[in-house]
């Protein structure tokens, strides 16, 4: 004897759910193959099917009141509904989407909708929602853009580049699909006020392979961003987060306070709120480095030069991701008020921009070749302080 699991059979349907003709069809057909559509409905975009008899099978879709959600029938009909449809012989089966998915086997039973120009109303309510749907969809996709501020490319390299391309990927698709579901109401909408009857018996086939291979290239995009949060997370957790610099026995790839006064004797200042290290690494940027770093030096000669130094690093796959990320990081700078570009030295690197930050601190954007790095320089010593043009000069000059 069969376990009832072995009954059951997944089929990735051949239209969207928004295709009433075309999913009436197919449904019809496959229970003319044995294959009736189970009470669970669907799942993750699959039909869930019960293995029995073949037989004909007349399924009909009606406007749901509300959407139905991703994993549960919420929108189904109450009671009344149930009880008045299966006096005319039809059979509420589940919810998916939009509608309410009904069938019977009785060829005698009546039509659901019998006047075209009554089911473009239901039709109409649908369309409203969906244009709900167009437009927060357009809001979900305008807030990362809003959020980033034209920084795409230092996003990429900080947050991950699979991450941020199959995120933006599934938001494009999403929108997109909503236009589409939107458009086809109106157009559906339009045919039932001109009179005409839906056809049940579309040829669902013919576009059949198109749709499943966008579906499954949907379903391979967000399996692909679920890994790349897994990857994100993994990262930030188990031997990529922030590493103190006391302990951190590595060489940064540019000058460091103890290389802006060489001589003297190096101590970090322990206030709680920086001296760490972040590394990581990126298709776009094999090697990322968040440096943050408050010291002291005291020279020979007695005087002292102390501060905070805060290097934001990349070593891109090419120079044109690197001069990118700067002009990035430049356009960002630019719209705050309290931006004021300051006159740097001549250096001999292919970039350099000085300005003061929001926190009217001096910051440089260098690059050279495929490096590139921010970096904000204050100084809190009272008796000395180390001028502009000799310490963006070690700077630029780490990275040549």
């Not at 699979?162 to 589409?180: G, P, R």
Request: charged share 20%.
């Amino acid at each position: 004897m069969h376990k009832k699991e072995a009954r059951r059979s997944y089929r990735l349907p051949p239209c969207p759910e928004y295709d009433i003709e075309g999913m009436e069809s197919w449904l019809s057909d496959m229970a003319a193959d044995g294959l009736h559509l189970s009470r669970d409905g669907f799942f993750a975009g699959f039909a869930i099917f019960e293995k029995g008899e073949p037989c004909v099978t007349r399924y009909r879709l009606d406007a749901a009141p509300k959407k139905a959600g991703f994993l549960a029938d919420n929108a189904g009909p109450d009671a009344d509904n149930v009880s008045l449809s299966a006096s005319y012989g039809w059979e509420y089966v589940t919810a998916y989407g939009q509608f309410l998915f009904y069938r019977t086997s009785d060829p005698n039973a009546p039509e659901l909708h019998t006047d075209p120009q009554v089911q473009a109303i239901s039709i109409n309510q649908i369309r409203r929602r969906e244009r709900g749907s167009v437009a927060a969809n357009i809001l979900w996709l305008l807030w990362p853009l809003i959020f980033l501020k034209g920084a795409w490319i230092v996003a990429m390299m900080d947050i991950g580049t699979w991450f941020v391309l199959s995120a933006f990927a599934l938001l494009f698709w999403s929108c997109a699909s909503a236009v589409a579901r939107a458009v086809h109401f109106r157009r559906l909408r339009h045919r039932l006020l001109r009179g005409e009857t839906l056809d049940h018996h579309k040829k669902w086939r013919r576009r059949a392979a198109r749709h499943r291979i966008a579906s499954l290239l949907a379903v391979v995009c967000s399996v692909a961003w679920i890994i790349a949060l897994l990857c994100l997370w993994v990262q930030n957790t188990e031997g990529a987060g922030e590493i103190p610099l006391e302990t951190y026995t590595g060489n940064p790839p540019f000058a460091t306070i103890a290389d802006l006064a060489p001589g003297g004797t190096y101590k970090l200042d322990d206030f709680g709120l920086s001296n760490t290290v972040e590394i990581r690494s990126d298709w776009l940027a094999p090697t990322v480095i968040h440096w943050a770093e408050i010291a002291t030096v005291a020279l020979p000669d007695g005087k002292t030069v102390s501060g905070g130094l805060y290097v934001d690093y990349y070593e891109t796959v090419s120079s044109w991701a690197a001069r990118e990320a700067a002009r990035e990081y430049l356009h960002v700078a630019r719209r705050s008020r309290n931006y004021e570009e300051l006159e740097l030295p001549a250096l001999d690197i292919e970039y350099a921009v000085g300005y003061y930050d929001s926190l009217q601190s001096p910051t440089l954007l260098l690059q050279s070749g495929n490096r590139f790095m921010k970096v904000t320089f204050y100084q809190t010593s009272t008796n000395y302080q180390i001028s502009l043009a000799d310490w963006a000069s070690i700077m630029a000059a780490s990275i040549r």
